[in-house]
C-alpha cells in the first residue's frame, strides 16, 4: 500500500474504493454519507414535512412516504484531459454528470452549482466556449445554473480548468431506490452500447493513429431516467449511471450491496464497431470503459419489458438492451457468460488504465 | 482588457466581478444567479410546500412567508496557499467558508458535499491531516459531509490539493436578508478585527522575516449569527461574511446593491496591533485583505445595541463594533472617516494583491 496518492486512486475501481473507506468514511462517517450512493440524500427538518399527519392537505394519492420531502444531493469535480473531445468537453460532462448523478437517485433536477478553478492564462474564448456548452447543456436538462464560485490558479498548476458541479434534485418516487433495495430475479437493462466516452476522449488524445468514428456519449439522462420510472413504476429498484470503473464496476457494486449473484450475457451488452476496433487495438476491456451517458437499471421482471420499451422509445436509449438478471446462485459476485458459452467472474479494475477521463 | 484569465480574475475585486457578469452571467443568468448574492435560494416545488394556505396545522406564529420552504445553496472552491497556516488550514477554510456563506442568507447548514482534486503523490498523511481538520470543523458547526468526490491529476497539475464544498441550508428567517433590503439608518456591525486571514497566510508563506504572531479567523459563523438573529429579528436586514476583496468590498456592493452611501469610522474598525505592523510594513490595506470568521451586519437602528450585545456575548465575536450607517448621503459610494477626521472615498480592489488565499 502506497503512502502517497497513486494516479490510481481517482479510478472507479478498488483503490478509489479503499481510499473512499480508509480517509473519508473513517473521518466523515454518518448515516448518508455511508450509504455510498451517487447521491445522498437530504432530510429536512420537521417544518418543511408536506402532507404530515393530520394535514388535510396533503397530497392526494401519496401514500404515507409523502409525509417528508426527499432531496437528493450529489457533487462530482471534474478534471478531463483534453477539455474538448469528439461528442463532448469539459462543460457538457460536469453539466451531465451531476444530473446524471442525481438521476440514479430518481431525483428530478432541481438547481446546479458551478465552481470554477481555472489556470492563468487560459483564454477568455475558451471559458465562453465552455460555459456556452454548459449553458446548453442546462437547457437540456431543464435546469439552472444558480449558485457558483471562480478561483485562478498559477499557471502550470491546473490544466486549463477543472470544474466541480453539485446538483440537488427533488426525488419524484416514494419507494427507494438503490443498491440494497434489488432483488432476485430483477432484469438488468442498460440503455445503451459501452465504451463510447473513454474511446472518444483516447481518440482526441491522438493514443491511435487510425481514423476511427468514435463520439462520446455524453448527454444529461433525466428525460430517460423519467421515461423509466413512468414506464416501472415502484419496480425500478436500483439505477446507475456507469462512469469511472465502466459497466463492470456498476455490476460489482450491485452485487456486493444487494449480497445478490448477478449474471450477465457478453452478447447482450451493445459495443459499437469503432469501440470494438479500438479496445482491440489497444487491449481495452469495453465494460470498464467510462461512459458519460448509459444507465444501468435493474427493474422487478412484471415490468422490464416496459421499462425497455420506454428506454428504446427515447432518443438516449435506442440501443438499449436486457443484459442479465440477479440471481441466488454466487451472491457478492458477477457472472459473465460470454460468448463462446464459457463462464467469467468480472471484478473491479483494481488501478486506473485511463486516467482523467470525467 | 486581457483576453486571457489573469490571477487577478480571482480575486474578490472588480476583474473578478467583470468575469463574472461578462462571461457567467451572461450565458446561465436566471432570476437567482442574476441576485448574486453568496448563496442562492432554491425554490421547492408545491408539493413540499409546509403550512400552506388552509393548513390548519401550520407553524403558529409564522406569517405567509412560511407557505414555502426555503433552502440555501452555496459552492466554493479552496485554493489556498500554503495548505497550513497559524490558526488554520485548508479543511477548516473549505467547511468554514461554505457554512459562512449560508450563515449570510441567515441559513443553518444541513449538509455538505466536498469534492477534491489531489495532486499524484500528496503524501496520504497530508489527506488524512486535512480531513480530520474538516471533520472537526464540520462538527463546531454541526453539520455532516453527505457526499463526495475525488479527482487525481497527475504531478504538478494541481498545487497539492483543491477542495470545492457545496452547501444546503434551511432559511430560519421569514423576511429577506440581503443588499436590497438594507435600509436608510440601519446600523453596520461588525463581528470582530479585519485582516487576520490574510495576514497569517502571508506570514506562513514566509513574505516577511519578522516575529508576528497572528492567527487566521477562519471559523464558521453560524452559531454567532443566529444569536444576532434572536437578538435582532426582522431588524437584521443584511449579512455577509468579509472574505475575499475584505470589508471594503462588502461595503463597496452593499452601497451598489441597496442604492444607498455607506458612511464608516476608520477608527471604529477592529484591526490587531500585528496585523496593522504587517500592513504598515508591506503596505496592505487592512480593510482590502480577506477574512474567514468575519460577519458584517446591517441592522435597524432600533435593535442594533441588542444585536451588538449579542455578538459580544458569542466567543467569536468579542470583538464586534459597530463602524458606522447607511445614508442617503452620497447614494452607491463608501466613505471613510479616517483617523484624522477627512473623508475617504472606498473603491472596490481592481486586480488581486494577494492571490490564494481561500
Redo the contacts between chains.
Sequence with gaps: M?????????SGGRL?RD??HD??LA??S?P??DRLED??E????G??????E????G?PG?GAG?SR?R?A???????VRPLRYPGGDIGRLAVAGTVNDLATAAARP??L?????????????E??WF??S??AT?REAGV???????????R????GL?I?T?G?G?VVVEHEVSARAARCGDVLLLSGSVGDHSAAVLAARGEFSLQVDVRSDCAPLWSLTEAALAAGGEAVRFLRDATRGGLTTVLCELAESSDLGVAVEEEAIPVTPPVRAVCELLGYDPLTLANEGKMVLAVGPERADEVLAALRAHPLGRQAARIGELVTDHPRRVALRTAFGTRRVLDMPVG?LL??IC
Design positions: 502506497s503512502d502517497r496518492i497513486l494516479i490510481g486512486h481517482g478509489y481510499l473512499v480517509i473519508f473521518r466523515f454518518n448518508e454519507l447521491a445522498a437530504l432530510r429536512l427538518s417544518r418543511f414535512a408536506a402532507g404530515g393530520g394535514r388535510p392537505g397530497d401519496a409523502s420531502p432531496l444531493f450529489t457533487t462530482d469535480s471534474h478534471v432541481l438547481a452549482a458551478a465552481a470554477f478553478i481555472i489556470e492563468e492564462g487560459l483564454p477568455l474564448a471559458l465562453e460555459t456556452d454548459m449553458a442546462a439552472d445554473i444558480v449558485t457558483g464560485d471562480t478561483k485562478v490558479v498559477e502550470g498548476l491546473a490544466d477543472y466541480t453539485t440537488v427533488e486506473e486516467p482523467r
